[in-house]
Every structure is written in structure tokens, then in C-alpha cells.
């Protein structure tokens, strides 16, 4: 859904954005406002994991930030929100003055049903762009839910010129109470399974974190971790014992888990837009972009300006240097693109980790998967690692960078499992920055993906949303640097893809580059 308006800017171009955007490095206030409250004991799945008091506490403290409102009764699929009914309206400027650049931007969305009626609570998952196709800008907004049918997608005005606004409906209200559902009651919705081989017998096995849904009386194969206690579990192959297992890899997706009437939610309309316009007074507003995009390169608002690197200097900025990178695909697409410039020997890449060495500079690039729930097609059992574990392998200092993407295969479980397993990373990372001072540990959000009906089901961005709120929350306060890749995906002209186009992981690079190699002061 995508409705927009075209507005010019003619204020003389001046930069105060680093000045009116901090970074967000404070708690969130979701967290920091709650006032005492019992914690939560309440996991859906391993429910023999029992987390310490404190954990609790965290646990609630990370569930009430991410808390998001549910419809208030189940509605008739013509009562839903419906992009195409729905409306929004520029705010006028505070005493109709002309905009400028460093100004805010409002605009207020309505949202009605397929009736056209206004709806009437919040919920919606909307995102929100300004943007500049002549210009190469463009930034994430923000959206504030009113919860009552209205939203306020707010935008930072940072370049002089034209700029549109584009408000999509990634989700109703309606389906994301489904995606709720599934993720606390079916996490069994995406499995895996591994080969046992032994001799000439060999049989295949479904395996999952806990298993929540075996009959009870079906023997198991525990696969639990016996340093950070991370649970994975196989059903014990008829003939073979456990000490067989061979591999691991994706089993696939169960089937009909949500009626015909909710998938319906799920249907792409090919939606025309709509705009009117009202006058309303606008309203304080408040919002923290992490950058924006300006003739095609991200511009940070972390006070550190974006270096930019052609292949001489990415290789001149990583000699010396150990970059040990861990996680999903999306950490692959990292690895690759950087193994482009160390020329020298690069490993099999069937083999674990992947490897790039340049002897003459004295570079290492490593990348390795995270372990399960990974659900790429084949690892060997071998090759299933931790990323707590490997961190705590790393002796650090200086010359040692970690780079960290965990979350896509996340999104089909109950977010205590993502919980569970970015703790242990944390402490993890606190372990390897007290021994190694100056390493440098870089994180990497989750990023927009497309979406279907099938894909939104298993793997819908508003899981990666959740997850990603999570991400922020617990790696705040640590001497981390984070690249978000929400808002760089969000802000970017591209089609949304799990693999962010090519021109926004050079502006990722850069970014990561320019901490890795932070610009020389002048005398
Ligand atoms: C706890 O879990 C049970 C069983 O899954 C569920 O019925 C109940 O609503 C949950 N309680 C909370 C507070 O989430
Ligand atoms: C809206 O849905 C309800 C329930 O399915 C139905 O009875 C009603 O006729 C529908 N209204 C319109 C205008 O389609
Ligand atoms: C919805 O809430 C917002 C914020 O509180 C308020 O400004 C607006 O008037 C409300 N809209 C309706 C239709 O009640
Ligand atoms: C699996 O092994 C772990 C570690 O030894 C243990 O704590 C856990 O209770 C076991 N799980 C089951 C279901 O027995
Ligand atoms: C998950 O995705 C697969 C295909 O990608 C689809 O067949 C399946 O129906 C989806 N899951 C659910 C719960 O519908
Ligand atoms: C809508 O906004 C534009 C730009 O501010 C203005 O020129 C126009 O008169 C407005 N239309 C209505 C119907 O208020």
C-alpha cells in the first residue's frame, strides 16, 4: 500500500541533524517506565528451562516493550483494515511557514475498514518513508500507534528540495493477532531434521528446540549444549543410536495451520492510493532516525561521518586485522562482499568457517553460521556452533573485530528463544571485551524483507520487528556498534529483500569500515 504526496522544500540547506537527532542509546522508555511488576514464568516451549529470578525480570521487562495491541473481538474480514479505504494528511507547519531542512514532518493516518468506516483501535503494523528518487534521500519515519483507528508517521526533514511520503501497510491489526498466535502456539510450524548414519543403515529424524508438540512416549535424542545449556532435540531414530547424527538441515513448513478466513488477511490487493486532506494543529514530536540516505550514501547521525572506501583502502583498512563474522545469510552477504578485496587463498566454502586470507596484509575474514535454529540446507553436526561459544574462543584486543546477524530464522519461535539466546551472547561479548579491551563488536539488526502470504505466515517482518526491538534493548549499554539495517533497508529506494540490495551493503560497509578505520585527525 502506498500512498504519497510530493512537498518542496526551500529553506537553505544547513545540517543541524546531528544536533537535533542523538542516537538512541538510553533504555527504552517502554522499559525504563514500567514500575515493579511480578516476572515472567511463562515459557511456551522448554518449559524445563527455568529461568533465574533476574532473567524473569528481564523477560517481562522485554515482553512489555515489545507488547502490541490485539484486536478487541474477532471482526468480519469487511471490518479489517484496508489500505485502500485509508487515508492520511500532511500536517500543516507550525503557523503555516514555509518548511525547512532540521524541521519535522507529521502526517496523520486514518485507518478504515473495507467498508470504509474509520477503525476505531490501533494495532496496525504500518512503516513509513520520506523520500527522494531525484536526489538519492531518503529516511526511515516513524510511526506512533493512537489506538484508536489514527497514526503519526513522523519524519525528520534533512535535505533541501522535493521529498515524498509513503505509508505502507505491512500488516492489519487483524493479521498480526494471527501471527501472534502461531508464534506462541505453533512454533512447531517450521522443523528440521538430521541424517543418523551408521555403517549402511542411515535414517532420517525430525528435531527441533524442544520438541513441544512429541507425544510423550516417543524416546529422544538430547542435543542440549552443555556450556550455555541451549536445548536441541532429535526424535531417536528407530535403529540407530543418537551418536549417529550426521547432519542438520531444514525440514520444511506444516501446513493449514490457520483458517481460510484468516489467510485472507494475508492477500496483497494491488491497491491504489488515496489522499485527502484536513487541516489539524500539529503535535509535539520525538523520534531518533539512525541515518539517512542522501545521493545514494547513508549518512550517520552517530556524530561519525560515513568514510567511503574503494578497493585500496578496504584492504589497507583491514590489514592486521582478525574479522570474525557469525550469523545468518544476511552476515554471508557481508562476508562475500568483502571477500572481493582479500586477494589472497579463500576457502571451500562447503567447509566451516568460511575463510578469506591475504598473507601479505595479514588479513583473516571468517564467517560461520549460528547454530540452531539455523535452517540453511545441509551443516554438518560437527559444524553446529554456538556463537556464545566461539566468542568465548576469541582471545580479543584490538586487531579483532566480531560482527554479529542473528534473527531471521528466529521469527517462527516465541521470542523467549530469541531472548534465551542473545543473553548468551552478551555475556558472551562482556567476557571477550573485558579480556580483549578494543575489540570491536559490530551488530547488525534485522533488516525488511519481501513478503507473500506463505512467507508473512513463517517469516513476517513484523516478527522481525519484534525481534529486532529485542535486539536493541538487550545490547544497549554495551560497547557495541550497531548498524541499522531496518532503517537503512527502510530508507532505501530498493524492493524489500531478505539479501538487501547490493547498493545498500556497500553503504553498510562503509559504515562498518568507518568504525573499523575511523578517519585520521587533522594537526
Ligand atoms: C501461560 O501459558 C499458558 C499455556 O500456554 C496460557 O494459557 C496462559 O495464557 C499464559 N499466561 C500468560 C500470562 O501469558
Ligand atoms: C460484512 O460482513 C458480514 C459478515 O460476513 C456480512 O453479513 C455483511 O453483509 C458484510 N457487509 C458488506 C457490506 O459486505
Ligand atoms: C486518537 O488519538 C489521538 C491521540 O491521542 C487524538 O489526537 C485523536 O483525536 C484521536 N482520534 C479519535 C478519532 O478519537
Ligand atoms: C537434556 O540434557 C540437558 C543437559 O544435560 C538436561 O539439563 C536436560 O534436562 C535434558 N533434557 C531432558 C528432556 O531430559
Ligand atoms: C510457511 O511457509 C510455507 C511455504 O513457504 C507454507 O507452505 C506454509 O503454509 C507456511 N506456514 C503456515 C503456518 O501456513
Ligand atoms: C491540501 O493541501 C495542499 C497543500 O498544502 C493545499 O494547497 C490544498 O488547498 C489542500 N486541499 C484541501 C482540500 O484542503
Known sequence: WVIFTIRYLHCKYYNTASMLFQPQNSIHPALAQKGPRPPYKNHTICSHLEPTPDEALEDRALLDAIAWPK??????????????????????SKGGRERCVGDQLEALVQMQDFQGRPKRYGGDFLVARLHSP?????VAGTVADHLNGSYSALFPLLWEG???????????SEAVAVLQRLREQRSDRFFFQSLFRSGKLSETSVCNMCLPHNRPQEPLCNYTDLHTGEPWYCLK?????CGTRINHFKGGYKKDLVTHKEA??????????SLKNRSIEPGPVKYNPAGYYYKGSWRSFDGTPVRQFD???ITQCLTSKMINMYGDSTMRQWFEYLTAFVPGEHRHPSLWPFMAVDGKHNILLKYRCHGPPIGFSTVRASELRYVANELDRLPGGPNTVVVLSLWAHFSPFPVEVYIRRMRHIRRALERLLARGPGTLVVIRSANLRALDKEMSLNHSDWFSLQLDRILRNMFMGLAVVFVDAWEMTLAHHSPHNIHPHPDIIKNMISLILTQVCPAKKKS
Open 162 to 172: 522535493p521529498a515524498q511520503v509513503t505509508i505502507t501497510m505491512v500488516h492489519s
Open 311 to 313: 578497493a585500496k583502502l
Open 264 to 273: 485472507l488477511l494475508f492477500q496483497r490487493s494491488g491497491a491504489e492510493p
Open 71 to 92: 484486536p478487541p473481538a474477532p471482526t468480519s474480514l469487511n471490518q479489517t483494515s484496508d489500505p485502500v479505504h485509508s487515508l492520511f494528511t500532511i500536517l500543516p
Open 134 to 138: 531525484e536526489l538519492g534521500a531518503g
Open 237 to 241: 531414530p528407530k535403529r540407530l543410536s
